[in-house]
């Protein structure tokens, strides 16, 4: 049917929208209904294209964004005009801020009316256009196939990105000849994937040469595909790791090597290490204040090395000694070439395991239900296998330092945006993109009740996700500050709950409630052995804190916490 | 510090609210900016003046603008041989006795009057931005009505 097929096909904007979605390989669009998208969801009924009705708009981009994540294609959400659009920009926002590939496609009021506020009309391009690698209000059916082509191409290359395509309801009823566009070339977008030899000699010579090196890594390895080369770099040349919270999974967090998550929430020995390390090599991670804490007081005695698809990411924060711009897959296997030999650096990994001995990673062990206990568990029972999608606070915070994560993509967590709501629909986009996987989502009490509706869309779909709720009565994370630095003036943080298991049952999902440590086991293997969704509401520590915690403002080596 | 950046943009809907966009959600200070077509009518030029602090938040505001996908070049003349120019108009509340006075500024300054009226007069001036300034200086003493400035636009040499 295209221009080499056997003849031309008159369509219209909806069904070339469809037809361009399953050249573009969609297997899967999350979405909701209105006025105004109408036509597309008339193709959608015989479409041979999975469609999930999400139970709210914001609901549709958090699945399409944790399908992303899950899966490295690009998530595909949908929605009418006005309210419908205004509803998925806060996952948008999210998806913008992690770089998460995804297109976004909502509907407007007809052409002619755009600009007099019509009913529904919102400005989407003008409400997005902060929020969005690009994007684009398609005003001629002429355009919209090369649009499409043109928004994933963008979406998926260089630094990830979400793409809105704003769609008025009679460019979707025009009618065209359809053509596709092969080949797709944007002049003014070139993103650099090679990165340039002289840059990366250099780093390969401080390298050799450094006495105490670490490696930072960050979200980048992971939409880069370049773990294996990572591990490779690493053990050539006993390099010690750390990643950000992006990079999670993108070096196997069991690795004798790893030294788990640095940062405000980071281990004690991530942050020692990195502060008193003599080199810096930054591959795919932002250098984002959660992580470098006080900016003038950051690893002082560090060169740094900075690799980055996105220029914009390089001296940004921090100035930086060697840019390298570049795809990180690509500069590491050229880099791991040009390291001729490894550096001498016994000493510093003995520094490193004195720190771990002394700091290390732990909770208090007794009887009490606490909630990094329960994570422990989850990741004994699921052979620390399982996709972990989280809400936002403490219990993300006890999810990225309790389960340690051997493999890229199980690891779905917002981390730019902080989107509490955004666990439960990014936990049903992973399951629908990996079937075969078990899928968490370790949830605050608080943050569950922000996108609870969405249980109707995992059980009408019989999507086995599970949800564990560390329910310890409050917006915990908040409270924790209000405890350290507001003399524990709980203001608006204690919450009276629901029943959550009641709740659970009455979406049609299995409840079960734990309360002490011995019901822990045989509830996660219940939950594992039942083919539906299940939602374990954990009634853990109510004042349980998140430690190591560098106060927001400080150095990075300034921990509450942990330290003893 | 002031710098003239000419930025080359697909002519295209929105393409200026994406710039005006960036300068603002990023905080960055505009000075002037012009935007007008080019040789090629599916390319326009935006010329920007900004005031930036130090070298650092001028590399990262030219990232920025390269970042968007509708701008197609940067040329920061900073470092460059360029010449760069701006129009100006003033109307100035005149009598017959201050005429003669701003007739020999405006001689020396090489401007021009446009219009010329029992009270008041419109004068044109295109120059540089240290002549414009002068010029301007010595504008003081009169009764200055209207300012309209162009903004500055550029060209390397
Ligand atoms: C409550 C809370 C607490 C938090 N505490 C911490 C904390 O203690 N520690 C922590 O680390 N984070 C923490 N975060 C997360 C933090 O806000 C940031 O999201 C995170 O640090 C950013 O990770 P990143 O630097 O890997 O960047 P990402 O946002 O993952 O950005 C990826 C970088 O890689 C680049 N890139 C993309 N693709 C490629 C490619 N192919 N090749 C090369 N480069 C590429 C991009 O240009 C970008 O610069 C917390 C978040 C929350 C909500
Ligand atoms: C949409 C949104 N609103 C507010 C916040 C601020 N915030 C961060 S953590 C948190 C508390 C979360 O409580 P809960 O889900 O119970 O998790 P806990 O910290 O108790 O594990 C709040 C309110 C946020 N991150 N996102
Ligand atoms: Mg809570």
Request: hydrophobic residues 40%.
């Given at each position: 049917?295209?221009?080499?097929?056997?003849?031309?096909?008159?369509?219209?904007?909806?069904?070339?929208?469809?037809?361009?979605?399953?050249?573009?390989?969609?297997?899967?669009?999350?979405?909701?209904?209105?006025?105004?998208?109408?036509?597309?969801?008339?193709?959608?009924?015989?479409?041979?294209?999975?469609?999930?009705?999400?139970?709210?708009?914001?609901?549709?981009?958090?699945?399409?964004?944790?399908?992303?994540?899950?899966?490295g294609?690009?998530?595909?959400?949908?929605?009418?005009?006005?309210?419908?659009?205004?509803?998925?920009?806060?996952?948008?926002?999210?998806?913008?801020?992690?770089?998460?590939?995804?297109?976004?496609?909502?509907?407007?009021?007809?052409?002619f009316?755009?600009?007099?506020?019509?009913?529904?009309?919102?400005?989407?391009?003008?409400?997005?256009?902060?929020?969005?690698?690009?994007?684009?209000?398609?005003?001629?059916?002429?355009?919209?196939?090369?649009?499409?082509?043109e928004?994933?191409?963008?979406?998926?290359?260089?630094?990830?990105?979400?793409?809105?395509?704003?769609?008025?309801?009679?460019?979707?009823?025009?009618?065209?000849?359809?053509?596709?566009?092969?080949?797709?070339?944007?002049?003014?977008?070139?993103?650099?994937?090679?990165?340039?030899?002289?840059?990366?000699?250099?780093?390969?010579?401080?390298?050799?040469?450094?006495?105490?090196?670490?490696?930072?890594?960050?979200?980048?390895?992971?939409?880069?595909?370049?773990?294996?080369?990572?591990?490779?770099?690493?053990?050539?040349?006993?390099?010690?790791?750390?990643?950000?919270?992006?990079?999670?999974?993108?070096?196997?967090?069991?690795?004798?090597?790893?030294?788990?998550?640095?940062?405000?929430?980071?281990?004690?020995?991530?942050?020692?290490?990195?502060?008193?390390?003599?080199?810096?090599?930054?591959?795919?991670?932002?250098?984002?204040?959660?992580?470098?804490?006080?900016?003038?007081?950051?690893?002082?005695?560090?060169?740094?090395?900075?690799?980055?698809i996105?220029?914009?990411?390089?001296?940004?924060?921090?100035?930086?000694?060697?840019?390298?711009?570049?795809?990180?897959?690509?500069?590491?296997?050229?880099?791991?070439?040009?390291?001729?030999?490894?550096?001498?650096?016994?000493?510093?990994?003995?520094?490193?395991?004195?720190?771990?001995?002394?700091?290390?990673?732990?909770?208090?062990?007794?009887?009490?239900?606490?909630?990094?206990f329960?994570?422990?568990?989850?990741?004994?029972?699921t052979?620390?296998?399982?996709?972990?999608?989280?809400?936002?606070?403490?219990?993300?915070?006890?999810?990225?330092?309790?389960?340690?994560?051997?493999?890229?993509?199980?690891?779905?967590?917002?981390?730019?945006?902080?989107?509490?709501?955004?666990?439960?629909?990014?936990?049903?986009?992973?399951?629908?993109?990996?079937?075969?996987?078990?899928?968490?989502?370790?949830?605050?009490d608080?943050?569950?009740?922000?996108?609870?509706?969405?249980?109707?869309?995992?059980?009408?779909?019989?999507?086995?996700?599970?949800?564990?709720?560390?329910?310890?009565?409050y917006?915990g994370?908040?409270?924790?500050?209000?405890?350290?630095?507001?003399?524990?003036?709980?203001?608006?943080?204690p919450?009276?709950?629901?029943?959550?298991?009641?709740?659970?049952?009455?979406?049609?999902?299995?409840?079960?409630?734990?309360?002490?440590?011995?019901?822990?086991?045989?509830?996660?293997?219940e939950?594992?052995?039942?083919?539906?969704?299940?939602?374990?509401?954990?009634?853990?520590e109510?004042?349980?804190?998140?430690?190591?915690m560098?106060?927001?403002?400080?150095?990075?080596?300034?921990?509450?916490?942990?330290?003893? | 510090?002031?710098?003239?950046?000419?930025?080359?943009?697909?002519?295209k809907?929105?393409?200026?609210?994406?710039?005006?966009?960036?300068?603002?959600?990023?905080?960055?200070?505009?000075?002037?900016?012009?935007?007008?077509?080019?040789?090629?009518?599916?390319?326009?030029?935006?010329?920007?003046?900004?005031?930036?602090?130090?070298?650092?938040?001028?590399?990262?505001?030219?990232?920025?603008?390269?970042?968007?996908?509708?701008?197609?070049?940067?040329?920061?003349?900073?470092?460059?041989?360029?010449?760069?120019?701006?129009?100006?108009?003033?109307?100035?509340?005149?009598?017959?006795?201050?005429?003669?006075?701003?007739?020999?500024?405006?001689?020396?300054?090489?401007?021009?009057?446009?219009?010329?009226k029992?009270?008041?007069?419109?004068?044109?001036?295109?120059?540089?931005?240290?002549?414009?300034?002068?010029?301007?200086?010595?504008l003081?003493?009169?009764?200055?009505?209207?300012?309209?400035?162009?903004?500055?636009?550029?060209?390397?040499?």
């Amino acid at each position: 049917m295209d221009r080499k097929g056997l003849f031309m096909a008159i369509m219209t904007g909806a069904q070339i929208l469809i037809e361009c979605l399953k050249r573009e390989g969609v297997e899967v669009m999350f979405g909701y209904p209105g006025g105004v998208v109408l036509p597309i969801f008339d193709v959608l009924y015989d479409a041979k294209l999975k469609f999930i009705l999400t139970r709210h708009e914001q609901g549709a981009a958090h699945a399409a964004d944790g399908y992303a994540r899950a899966t490295g294609k690009v998530g595909v959400c949908l929605s009418t005009s006005g309210p419908g659009a205004t509803n998925l920009v806060t996952g948008i926002a999210n998806a913008y801020m992690d770089s998460i590939p995804m297109v976004a496609i909502t509907g407007q009021v007809k052409t002619f009316l755009i600009g007099n506020d019509a009913f529904q009309e919102s400005d989407v391009t003008g409400i997005t256009r902060p929020i969005t690698k690009h994007n684009y209000l398609v005003k001629d059916v002429k355009d919209l196939a090369r649009t499409i082509r043109e928004a994933f191409y963008i979406a998926s290359t260089g630094r990830p990105g979400p793409v809105v395509i704003d769609l008025p309801v009679d460019v979707q009823t025009s009618k065209t000849e359809f053509i596709w566009p092969e080949e797709i070339r944007i002049r003014s977008y070139q993103p650099t994937m090679e990165g340039h030899p002289g840059q990366i000699k250099k780093a390969a010579k401080m390298i050799e040469k450094a006495k105490k090196p670490i490696l930072y890594v960050g979200g980048g390895v992971i939409s880069s595909g370049a773990s294996e080369q990572l591990k490779a770099l690493a053990e050539k040349n006993q390099l010690p790791v750390t990643t950000t919270f992006m990079g999670i999974g993108a070096f196997p967090g069991e690795h004798t090597l790893c030294l788990g998550m640095l940062g405000m929430h980071g281990t004690a020995y991530a942050n020692h290490a990195i502060m008193d390390s003599d080199l810096i090599v930054a591959i795919g991670a932002r250098f984002d204040d959660r992580v470098t804490g006080r900016i003038d007081a950051f690893a002082p005695g560090a060169k740094i090395i900075h690799i980055d698809i996105d220029p914009t990411s390089i001296s940004k924060n921090i100035r930086v000694d060697v840019p390298i711009v570049g795809d990180a897959k690509e500069v590491l296997r050229d880099l791991i070439g040009y390291i001729k030999k490894s550096p001498d650096i016994k000493m510093w990994l003995g520094q490193i395991e004195k720190w771990r001995k002394e700091f290390p990673l732990t909770y208090k062990h007794d009887d009490k239900l606490r909630p990094q206990f329960v994570i422990e568990k989850i990741r004994e029972l699921t052979g620390g296998d399982a996709i972990i999608a989280t809400e936002v606070g403490q219990n993300q915070m006890w999810s990225c330092l309790f389960y340690q994560h051997n493999q890229p993509r199980t690891w779905i967590s917002s981390g730019g945006l902080g989107t509490m709501g955004f666990g439960l629909p990014a936990a049903i986009g992973a399951q629908i993109g990996r079937p075969e996987k078990v899928v968490f989502d370790i949830a605050g009490d608080g943050s569950i009740q922000m996108n609870i509706q969405e249980l109707a869309t995992a059980v009408f779909n019989k999507l086995p996700v599970k949800i564990a709720i560390l329910n310890n009565g409050y917006l915990g994370m908040v409270r924790q500050w209000q405890e350290l630095f507001y003399n524990k003036r709980y203001s608006s943080t204690p919450l009276k709950n629901p029943d959550f298991v009641k709740l659970a049952e009455a979406y049609g999902a299995k409840g079960l409630r734990v309360t002490r440590k011995d019901e822990v086991a045989p509830a996660i293997k219940e939950a594992l052995a039942t083919d539906n969704v299940v939602m374990i509401d954990f009634v853990v520590e109510p004042e349980e804190n998140v430690f190591p915690m560098v106060p927001a403002g400080e150095a990075l080596n300034r921990m509450l916490g942990g330290m003893a | 510090m002031k710098h003239t950046i000419s930025i080359l943009v697909e002519n295209k809907f929105g393409v200026l609210a994406r710039v005006a966009g960036l300068f603002s959600a990023r905080g960055y200070n505009i000075d002037s900016l012009t935007v007008s077509e080019t040789q090629d009518s599916a390319i326009s030029r935006m010329t920007v003046v900004v005031n930036a602090s130090d070298e650092q938040v001028l590399e990262q505001i030219k990232k920025q603008l390269n970042k968007l996908i509708d701008v197609i070049t940067i040329i920061d003349f900073t470092k460059k041989d360029y010449i760069e120019r701006e129009l100006v108009f003033v109307k100035i509340s005149v009598d017959k006795k201050d005429f003669v006075r701003l007739k020999k500024v405006i001689g020396r300054a090489k401007a021009s009057v446009l219009v010329r009226k029992e009270d008041f007069c419109i004068v044109e001036l295109v120059a540089d931005q240290e002549h414009l300034n002068n010029f301007l200086g010595q504008l003081k003493d009169f009764k200055l009505v209207e300012l309209v400035r162009s903004g500055r636009i550029a060209i390397a040499k």
